[in-house]
């Protein structure tokens, strides 16, 4: 075996435990692909009412507005509601109509929040 092999074996391991010891994993909460509009028409209304998510960067004129669809609206209203609320105990469901991912949703100006 070669040092240079060895060093990588070495590297390996080492590397993952300190990607776990940071403990921090990405994670954006979106709405999932399965569910029907009128479920996802719903847990809109809900993230952006009582749920207290901030939706403004989904209105007219603003960065997410676009791509002008049910299903990118309640995803940014999903991630919002779940980056505020999720170390007070929110969880990313919505009744299913949520799935969590770790790749980064943001796109052009529109940004999806991440909250350590
Ligand atoms: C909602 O977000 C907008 C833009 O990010 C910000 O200007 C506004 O103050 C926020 N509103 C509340 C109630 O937090």
Same mark, same amino acid.
């Given at each position: 075996m070669t040092s240079h092999m060895l060093k990588i074996l070495i590297a390996l391991p080492l590397l993952t435990l300190s990607f776990q010891a940071s403990g921090e994993f990405l994670e954006w909460c979106i709405a999932d692909e399965q569910t029907l509009d009128e479920e996802l028409q719903r847990a809109l209304d809900w993230a952006c009412g009582k749920g207290g998510a901030n939706c403004s960067k989904i209105q007219v004129n603003h960065p997410c507005y676009f791509p002008n669809t049910l299903r990118d609206h309640a995803s940014y209203a999903f991630n919002n509601y779940y980056q505020r609320f999720k170390h007070k105990g929110? +969880?990313?469901?919505?009744? !299913?109509?949520?799935?969590?991912? /770790?790749? /980064?949703? +943001?796109?052009? !100006?529109?940004? @999806?929040? @991440?909250?350590?």
């Open positions: 929110a +969880s990313c469901y919505f009744n !299913s109509a949520a799935i969590t991912t /770790d790749l /980064d949703p +943001s796109h052009g !100006s529109c940004k @999806f929040e @991440f909250l350590p």
